[in-house]
C-alpha cells in the first residue's frame, strides 16, 4: 500500500495569493498533478490541516472543486486556519469524520489502523489537546491494541527551534499527549504539518514528522529572535509504503526538476 500526505495548502477565495505573494492555487493544482502522476498509482491521500486561509465556506468551495481532481480517496484533519464547523459541513458526505465535537477519524487500511486527530482550539494558532480529544484517542489506542498505528495531527507535540513556530504549536503536549501514549506500543509514527518544514525526530519511543506544504514554507531560521517569514523552497508532498508490517516514508519534491538519467550504459556498465 503506497499513500501521501498533503499539508497546508492555504487556498483562499478567488484564488487570491497569501501574504499577497504564493499563488497557492496554482500550488494545489500542482500538487495535485504530481500525486496523479505518481507510480505506482497511490491508494489515497491525507490532507492534514491549513486546506484553507480563512476557514470561509467559499474557499472550502474552491478547495473541494479543485481536489476533486484527485484519482484517489483523501481523507482530511482540520488545521488552525480550518474553522471546524464550516469545514465539517463542506465535508459532510465524509462519513469516516465525526459528526460532533472535534473533527477527528480512525480508519484501517490494509492492516494499518490511521488515525487523524483535531488538535485545533478555535480562536488560536497554537494547538491544544483537550480531555475530551484524550478521552477520545485513548478509547482507540485501546480497541486497536494489537494493529499496527500512524497518527496524523495538524500541530506538532514538540519543539523545532523555529521560535515564531514553537510559539504556536501544541501547547502542553508533554502533559495532555504524550501521557495518552503511555502502555500503547502499537504507534508506528506521528505525521504532522503546519511548520511548512521538513523536520522529524524521535519523543517518548515513537517517530515523529513534519511534512512540507504544497507551496510556501517556513523559512529555517534558529534565531532565537528570528523575524517570522516564509521561503519558496520546493514544495513536496510524503510517501509512505505499507508493507509487510513496515512503514517507510519518502519526500516527494513537486516541480520539473529535469529528466532522469541512467547510471548504466546499453552494455550494463556503470557510466563513466
Not at 484564488?15 to 495535485?32: E, M, Q
Not at 481532481?69 to 484533519?77: A, G, K, Q
Not at 480508519?107 to 490511521?114: A, D
Not at 534558529?222 to 521561503?231: A, C, H, I, N, R
Request: aromatic share 10%; charged share 20%; glycine share 8%.
Amino acid at each position: 500500500m503506497i499513500f501521501a500526505q498533503l499539508t497546508d495548502i492555504h487556498i483562499k477565495a478567488g484564488g487570491k495569493f497569501a501574504y499577497n505573494c504564493v499563488d497557492t492555487l496554482s500550488h494545489l493544482r500542482n500538487a495535485i498533478d504530481h500525486l496523479n502522476g505518481f507510480h505506482p498509482k497511490l491508494d489515497f491521500v491525507v490532507i492534514s490541516g491549513d486546506l484553507v486561509d480563512l476557514g470561509d465556506a467559499g474557499e472550502y468551495d474552491l478547495f473541494k472543486q479543485e481536489i476533486a481532481r484527485l484519482d484517489m480517496p483523501f481523507y482530511v484533519i482540520p488545521g488552525n486556519h480550518d474553522h471546524r464547523d464550516v469545514m465539517r459541513e463542506a465535508f459532510a458526505d465524509h462519513d469516516y469524520l465525526s459528526n460532533e465535537g472535534p473533527l477527528q477519524f480512525s480508519i484501517e487500511k490494509e492492516g494499518l489502523r490511521i488515525i487523524g486527530l483535531d488538535t485545533t482550539s478555535a480562536g488560536h494558532p497554537h494547538g491544544h489537546f483537550e480531555a475530551e480529544k484524550q478521552v477520545w484517542l485513548r478509547r482507540e489506542l485501546e480497541a486497536h491494541k494489537d494493529q499496527p498505528t500512524l497518527v496524523f495531527m495538524h500541530h506538532p507535540p514538540f519543539k523545532t527551534g523555529i521560535q515564531h513556530m514553537d510559539n504556536i504549536m501544541l501547547k502542553q503536549a508533554d502533559e495532555d499527549f504524550w501521557p495518552v501514549f503511555s502502555g500503547y506500543s502499537q504507534v508506528l509514527q506521528i505525521a504532522c504539518g503546519h511548520v511548512h518544514r521538513a523536520i522529524e525526530t524521535f519523543k517518548n519511543g515513537i517517530p515523529v514528522s513534519i511534512c512540507p506544504a504544497s507551496g510556501h514554507q517556513v523559512a529555517l531560521d534558529l534565531d532565537p529572535e528570528g523575524e517570522p517569514s516564509l521561503v519558496m523552497e520546493p514544495p513536496a508532498v510524503r510517501i509512505f509504503r505499507w508493507t509487510k508490517g513496515e512503514l517507510i516514508n519518502h519526500l516527494s519534491f513537486i516541480g520539473d526538476f529535469g529528466a532522469q538519467h541512467p547510471f548504466f550504459g546499453g552494455d550494463g556498465k556503470l557510466i563513466n
